[in-house]
């Protein structure tokens, strides 16, 4: 059974950063994707990372040039490094993964396309 465990959330000044981590345990497979997606209170979820076992990333507008998404395929952990934050960025974040070939290879950033879900971690940046 595939498992996704977040850990690295916390509070931080407006301008930090912060580092978050996601364990994949009991997957199998060969090729998938992975993504960071998150939900503020009274708002729907959105994805803000997304990258495959190829290499591949895509980001949300919002984040591109401040936030990061490496994978480390050895350890079966994703990662995503928050940097230049911002009070918007507060939210709860949530690791996902799916196995499936996206459409067209483009990597989604819905999470109507992600099978797999963490039970999420809090960010919280104060101004």
């Known amino acids: 059974q595939v498992q996704l465990v977040e850990s690295g959330g916390g509070s931080v000044q407006s301008g930090g950063s912060l580092g978050l981590s996601c364990v994949a345990s009991g997957y199998t497979y060969t090729y998938y994707y992975m993504g960071w997606f998150r939900q503020a209170p009274g708002k729907e979820r959105e994805g803000v990372a997304a990258?495959?076992?190829?290499?591949?990333?895509k980001y949300a507008d919002s984040v591109k040039g401040r936030f990061t998404i490496p994978l480390d395929n050895a350890k079966n952990t994703l990662y995503l490094q928050l940097n230049s934050l911002k009070p918007e960025d507060t939210a709860m974040y949530y690791c996902?993964?799916?196995?499936?070939?996206?459409?067209?290879?483009?990597?989604?950033?819905?999470?109507?396309?992600?099978?797999?879900w963490g039970q999420g971690t809090q960010v919280t940046v104060s101004s």
């Open positions: 990258i495959d076992t190829h290499g591949r990333t």
């Open positions: 996902a993964a799916d196995p499936r070939t996206p459409s067209g290879w483009s990597l989604p950033l819905h999470q109507a396309l992600y099978y797999y």
